[in-house]
């Protein structure tokens, strides 16, 4: 096999601009500037999008919600929870969501109707240990 088998040859493969008011990678006069143009557009288009992020936004949920997710998975069970109100709230409720929910709900009416507490609240997170100096 020779070496001019992987080389590339041909035109430099190029994307038009998504971005207003930046010159086609595709209309260069060279293929330097084809490629040059190329790289500009792409650094370009990174600083606007942004960061990519590996995974989506975590979604924070009021007590009343909770109670109502939990009460729902409650009745209908998880899946057909996760589904409604991911539906109805136009955002994701993954069903290990819904199963903690619901744990945490039975867990607190269990509290509830011993005479411990008096409302669905979420547990507090313990504080992050910090390392002394």
């Not at 038009?16 to 006069?29: E, F, M, R, V």
């Not at 500009?40 to 942004?50: F, K, Q, S």
């Not at 199963?99 to 669905?120: L, N, P, T």
């Amino acid at each position: 096999m020779s070496l001019s088998k992987w080389l590339k040859t041909g035109t430099v493969q190029t994307r038009s601009p998504t971005i207003a008011g930046l010159p086609d990678p595709a209309k260069a006069l060279s293929r330097t500037e084809a490629l040059l143009r190329q790289a500009a557009y792409d650094a370009v288009e990174d600083m606007v999008n942004g960061r990519n992020r590996k995974h989506g936004e975590y979604g924070s949920y009021c007590d009343e919600t909770r109670a109502k997710i939990a009460h729902y998975a409650i009745d209908n069970g998880v899946a057909k929870a996760s589904r409604h109100f991911t539906a109805n709230m136009g955002k994701k409720v993954s069903k290990t969501t819904v199963r903690s929910m619901r744990d945490q709900y039975v867990k607190r009416k269990k509290r509830i109707w011993r005479g411990h507490e008096i409302a669905f609240q979420v547990p507090q997170r313990r504080p992050h240990h910090v390392r002394r100096m």
